[in-house]
């Protein structure tokens, strides 16, 4: 199994350019968030399982965690917008 590490609101990019806030969202899961919708939305575009797949849906995209690129950036957590 793979050792997936996410910075948490950390701004992450598919290989399509799309970008992506990334949430803990269990021990070994991650959501990820479009930028747009972020301040505003509680379910994610897409999640990312403990074996590294991202799925939107429930279902497997093409994509898996190591298709993931860091920004460098970072956003501002839920609870530092309250």
Known sequence: MPRI???ECG???LPDKREFIVRRSGRDMY???PPQTWKGSEFAEYR???EGHILSKGLPTR???T???DTGRTTESLQDRR
Request: no cysteine.
């Open 11 to 13: 701004i992450y990019a």
């Open 63 to 65: 994509w898996r965690f």
């Open 5 to 7: 590490k996410l910075r």
């Open 67 to 69: 298709d993931l690129t």
């Open 31 to 33: 959501s990820l968030y």
């Open 48 to 50: 990312l399982n403990a």
